[in-house]
DNA sequence: ACGTTCTGCGTAAACGTTTACGTTTCTGGC
DNA sequence: GCCAGAAACGTAAACGTTTACGCAGAACGT
């Protein structure tokens, strides 16, 4: 076989040459790559101006071979038909988990699950070791993914809680809390009537931001009402067909003073679907959502929401990863962030009955 | 050195293993894995047996060193001040690329650049052989990373187009025509005084789309005037603050009647600066964006855009990268996806003057 | 002068595959 | 019965690193 080559005719340069140019073994090389000690100034110098020059670069996949490590970390993302990548949550968690990445020397890559889906193929990347952690961001009701990880000691990090795993690492924000306090914070309005747009009860964070939404009315005295409960679907179309005729067929004396929706990414056709009935937002309908999108204080109204700091959570997450895969302290499996009620104008209190 | 084991203890399984189990070599073992022929059916169906039950998985890296190949593209975004990831056009269009991708057995791993920086630290990813391939989103002008990646012969696709770099293989929409169509129908409307919210200059976008908003002007026998060309820059604070000041300081005649926004991104806080100086939209101000988030459709008002098929975008980048990786014959080096714009309540015709 | 310790360095094995090449056995044609 | 060719399989090199180990020579103590 003849030397391989790049495409350009010129070949790759290794270890080997650099050696073979400064006239010493790749041992030595490979000492002043790693900074390990057992080599002269002069030769360290030397060789390290060459691999300057020459702009060598040490192959990845040859190191990672002997290291038993890639130092990559796969961020798994439920795909939930695929609507998952249009939600800005997501990309802002991304975005904190690269940084924490990249500035510790590792990669990332991403990948997407379907929610239905039975095969675990995503196990092929930690048998075939092309992995050395997992971010999984989102998780089902018992998981068996999660529950594979866990069963065979392989390093990984959930976004979201876990229900049915129990002690297994994980960050997340308080999503009972803060739909508590969204719910709340609509009560002390003087709404009597709220619905909830909620989220997929095949995740955690539907059942949870649920959970709080409950528990909110019955603090307030109020009953728990599962009419009002709106489960939609996972697209915009469907929460604003599913809200529309929701409340197309209410009778005007039943009919809900306050919505608080699963998040922001639902809010938005929630709203329109309330001014396409005629409805004014607030006058006749407060409107609150969940994560705080940068664009929600510019919407028409500007969204009230639940701040969640979600690019903080990716990087907590990350952070954590990192640590569980070098074997480091960690002083807490679980990281519960704070979120806060952000009141803005899509909120208001209930008319008074005519 | 002890033998290698997993964490739990059990030691990862090898070819070697399933060979020595099998009663053969680990040629003939890896012949079956890869479908090679050359092995009698009596021992492929033995080892295939065996393989399935062990679950066993080839190791990802080995199996790289050798074929010098990692199956790894990368995705490098233009990390404009933090803010790519919260655009929603990349989330679209990252979810193509990964599509494509995954069913054909690639994976991606993604960065962010830093528009300013000059290091190119991204080189250290293909001199060290960790990726076979590179998707640029996004290009500066005459950039140099792009420029290095020619030079190297090194497979590489632009999503979007690269100003200043001849034959490189790119897929982009045709930003100029969309500009222009969007721009036009605010000219059939009636419109006079229309105003343009420009993206980055430092990028091919911006510069396409403020270029195809010219033309249509001119075409129209308008003016081409700087003074409603408003370069507010990268986050939505920004277009909001440049925005309001713009309109709080223009006579009222002056005034335009209509924005064409750089993206659906910048619409929002456009619109929120227009409301919160009293002036109604569409009544007094139309505003056109581009992109056509899926958000923009419950918009309040619902927001005229151009329609631009971001994933699809993704998915032909992808595509057309996996062919020049296997030396497969590629149609066009350039790929360009229609846009058509997409007129909603946010468009309206100018009020007479008073 | 002679051990001992340290420093600097090279040798070679190892990581887990793929694959060119050689060898054996089988098949079939004459 | 012989030989050609094919089929099935094994041997071993190769991919480009890291690192345990060994060895030479220097430095240092007595």
Redesign the interface.
Known sequence: MTK?T???GTE?ITMTDIAKMAGVSVATVSRVINDSPGVSDENRKRISKLIEEL????????R??VR?S?R?IAVINMQTL?Q?????A???M??GI?SVL?SNGY??????RDEFAQDMSE??LI????VDGILLNGAKLNDPLALELT????PFVIIGRAIGLVNSHYVDIDNVFGAYSAVESLVRLGHRRIAHVCGSQQTNLGVERLEGYRRALLEAGLAYNESLVIDAGLT?KEV?TSVRRFFENIAQEERPTAVFTFND?FA??V??AL?DLGLQVPRDVSVIGFDDD??S??????LASVRAPISEMGMKAAEMLLKLIQGKQIDSRQVILQTRVIERDSLGSPSPPA
Chains 1, 2 share one sequence.
Do not use: V
């Open positions: 391989r790049n495409d350009n790759r702009g060598y670069q040490p192959n990845f996949t040859a990672n071979l038993q890639t990559t695929g998952l990548h249009a939600q800005p997501s990309g802002r991304l975005q690269e990249t990669r990332c890559t991403i990948l997407s196990l092929r048998k075939g070791g092309s069963q065979r000691n392989f915009r604003y990414f938005i056709p709203i329109r001014l940068e664009a204080q510019y919407l028409n109204p500007p």
